[in-house]
């Protein structure tokens, strides 16, 4: 793979982005916005946490978008029996009595953990590891993770009975809090035509591992103006009720705002909105594009701000628009 010039590679990872859209657009109808994020977060070389009702298509959505960048697969059925062993793999003796390492289903490029908090808090810190330094460390030996790795995770927001809510410190490890909604009528007549008739789709693979990490590389590439920068910076410190210049929305509604990972987050993926527009640089509004996804589950409300009806959103966008 080689490019004259990186605004080379850029002009061609857009015409990618728009395949792959086209062949994800057989399988999966409507959820633009859910597909445009998840494919940020992977050229940004970060995690998803999908929310929504069961049935919305979260599993068939991830399987879909694995076949078209040609990437390895795994789904992990998060229950609250399941061990760490279970993810991360485990070493057994062998017939000459050595031990010898079995890989988990965590060797994968793509992992769906499903329901991920149906789990207990100690199977689920087995991701923590693998989610930020793309390894595993067992039996005193560390192994590497094939690259690209992806988690996307996925929780049911209505059913809280017997699940365990995810650590802090563990969602600020995914990119993106996407929520999936019910499709439109329309999108609802098409799902119901496409899935009661004896149809096949076939796929076409559009990329390769070895190209995401290539543009991966290259969104790091991209300039990104001074004020772009301290727009990012300011919106995620906006979100901190400790900080001295915090506004009285912050004060009266926040308990807990975003930390540094947000800004890094909001720069990235800022990055990799503008590019996979056809832009070579990043604006303002492309950071207030990802902002909400990045921000969501990194803010706390207080009580008050649910007894009088704020919801993270309505904080958010007064954020994004009074800096």
């Not at 970060?46 to 399987?63: E, F, M, R, W, Y």
């Not at 996407?178 to 119901?192: G, Q």
Request: charged share 25%.
């Amino acid at each position: 793979m080689s490019y004259s010039s990186d605004k080379e590679a850029v002009d061609d990872l857009v015409k990618k982005y728009q395949e792959l859209n086209k062949e994800i657009a057989k399988v999966i109808v409507g959820q633009e916005e859910v597909v445009k994020n998840l494919l940020i977060s992977i050229f940004s070389n970060g995690h998803c946490l999908l929310v929504g009702v069961p049935g919305l298509a979260k599993t068939l959505l991830v399987n879909t978008i694995a076949q078209v960048l040609g990437l390895s697969f795994n789904r992990i059925q998060f229950t609250p029996d399941l061990m760490p062993s279970d993810i991360i793999g485990s070493e057994i003796l062998d017939e000459n009595r050595n031990f010898k390492f079995i890989p988990g289903p965590l060797f994968s490029n793509l992992i769906l953990a499903d329901e991920i908090n149906r789990t207990p808090p100690k199977t689920q810190s087995a991701l923590l590891e693998s989610m930020q330094e793309k390894m595993v460390t067992t039996g005193g030996k560390t192994y590497e993770l094939p690259k690209p790795f992806f988690v996307l995770a996925t929780q049911n927001p209505i059913e809280q009975e017997g699940t365990y809510p995810l650590p802090e410190a563990q969602l600020d490890r995914f990119m993106f809090n996407i929520w999936l909604d019910y499709p439109t009528f329309e999108e609802e007549v098409n799902i119901v035509k496409n899935t009661t008739a004896n149809l096949s789709v076939d796929l076409n693979k559009i990329m390769s591992g070895e190209e995401i990490l290539y543009f991966q590389s290259l969104i790091r590439k991209v300039p990104v103006p001074d004020n772009v920068m301290q727009y990012a910076v300011k919106l995620a410190a906006s979100t901190r009720p400790s900080n001295s210049n915090a506004k009285e929305l912050v004060k009266n509604y926040l308990s807990w705002g975003a930390g540094p990972r947000a800004s890094q987050y909001l720069v990235i993926g800022a990055k990799c909105h503008a590019v996979l527009n056809g832009k070579y640089s990043p604006d303002i509004e492309d950071v207030k594009a990802v902002a909400e996804p990045i921000l969501r589950h990194r803010i706390v409300r207080n009580y008050k701000a649910e007894a009088e009806g704020y919801s993270i959103e309505n904080i958010i966008e007064e954020l994004k628009e009074s800096i």
